[in-house]
């Protein structure tokens, strides 16, 4: 079977549960997102609010082994499955704010490792190879800006 084979066929049985979901009158669920998120009635859940300090030192320590084992790429599967196992320990009203505030603390100590790194290593870009030892006086958890 070829991809676009898989591909026809996948969306052959979208359409088919989508058709079998319309015909019940249960709420629409949307297939591509997140089970248990949603927007409805979410406001204004771009915000950062507080969350477990446990899970913030767990974010960081996220974003540093990506920097020391993937040189500061991954694919991204750790850190979207933790969120992910967090948030839905949330009451549902919470957890778009609470995935919006770990997305950005992941994403901004990413940044703050990077320059870290930069500065001991100019020439070093994402994804290049980089002594990783450098990384040993890497002051962990004392950006206060976050």
């Given at each position: 079977m070829t991809i676009q084979?898989?591909?026809?066929?996948?969306?052959?049985?979208?359409?088919?549960?989508?058709?079998?979901q319309k015909a019940q009158a249960g709420p629409h669920v949307n297939p591509y997102g997140t089970?248990?998120?949603?927007?409805?009635?979410a406001g204004d859940y771009?915000?950062?609010?507080?969350?477990?300090?446990?899970?913030?030192?767990?974010?960081r320590?996220?974003?540093f082994d990506h920097m020391k084992n993937g040189y500061g790429v991954s694919d991204g599967e750790d850190i979207s499955t933790f969120i992910r196992n967090y948030t839905m320990s949330l009451a549902p009203e919470k957890r778009l704010s609470a995935s919006w505030t770990l997305n950005d603390?992941?994403?901004?100590?990413?940044?703050?490792?990077?320059?870290?790194?930069?500065?001991?290593?100019?020439?070093?870009?994402?994804?290049?190879?980089?002594?990783t030892s450098i990384l040993d006086s890497y002051p962990q958890g004392l950006d206060t800006t976050i």
């Open positions: 084979q898989m591909v026809q066929s996948q969306q052959q049985q979208r359409i088919v549960s989508r058709s079998g089970p248990g998120m949603s927007l409805n009635n771009r915000k950062i609010v507080p969350v477990d300090e446990d899970v913030t030192k767990q974010v320590q996220i974003a603390i992941f994403h901004k100590e990413a940044a703050r490792l990077g320059e870290f790194v930069h500065s001991h290593d100019p020439g070093w870009d994402w994804g290049k190879p980089f002594d």
